[in-house]
């Protein structure tokens, strides 16, 4: 894998902040509301993470981040972006503590077994092998306390120019390869979730937009 520059991490950062009143996004941050609990733990967190937390309905205060793309981890513990630092405030004003992981979110993490109320995830279950997004799935049961809650918002069929696409896939930030929309749920229930919560939204302007369909699963462990 390809390591993400800074620059490319923090451009992703403003480009979604430039679009955050869209109605596309309006519809995936609506999801955020589904985020419960005192310990929560953003997997594959990227640089939205500190933003995330605005929009749950309950600001935890144990808030765990893990991605294995070392510059989105330096990016949120060394960005002076305001926005960057006025999420960081409201986070402290919660008293909310928040740990960061450079970590293949595929491999298990014991001190994580347990310990959530939410495992959330943004634009990255999606893009795993079914074998690989199996595994993962395991993981984030193990993870949750009983009757806690899976959040997955992605984003799929993709208009990206072929280039740009190349170079998300080389950072691991996307890939064709990842199991169909309901084929995720199946795998969702098999892996011992009930399902609660299913929508898509079928993107007005795909080619504008650089996506056709954005989708959202929430699940409880069983």
């Known amino acids: 894998m390809h390591q993400a520059s800074w620059q490319f991490v923090e451009k992703y950062y403003t480009d979604d902040l430039a679009e955050r009143e869209s109605p596309e996004s309006q519809w995936s941050l609506e999801w955020l509301k589904e985020v419960r609990g005192e310990h929560v733990l953003s997997l594959g967190c990227g640089p939205n993470f500190y933003d995330d937390a605005q929009f749950f309905s309950e600001i935890p205060k144990d808030f765990a981040g893990v991605d294995l793309n070392e510059n989105n981890i330096a990016f949120l513990k060394l960005s002076v972006h305001p926005e960057i630092k006025k999420c960081k405030r409201f986070l402290r004003n919660h008293h909310t503590n928040v740990e960061l992981f450079v970590d293949n979110i595929k491999e298990e993490k014991k001190e994580f077994l347990g310990r959530f109320d939410t495992v959330y995830a943004i634009g990255v279950l999606g893009m795993f092998t079914e074998e690989d997004t199996i595994k993962v799935f395991e993981n984030i049961r193990n993870y949750l306390k009983p009757g806690g809650r899976i959040l997955d918002i992605d984003w ?67």
């Open 156 to 222: 799929t069929d993709s208009r990206l120019p072929n280039e740009k696409l190349k170079e998300r896939e080389s950072f691991e930030w996307y890939s064709k390869q990842g199991p169909s929309i309901s084929r995720l749920g199946e795998l969702l229930e098999q892996a011992g979730f009930k399902l609660i919560k299913h929508e898509a939204y079928d993107v007005p302007d795909p080619e504008a937009y650089s996506w056709g369909k954005i989708y959202g699963y929430l699940g409880e462990k069983i």
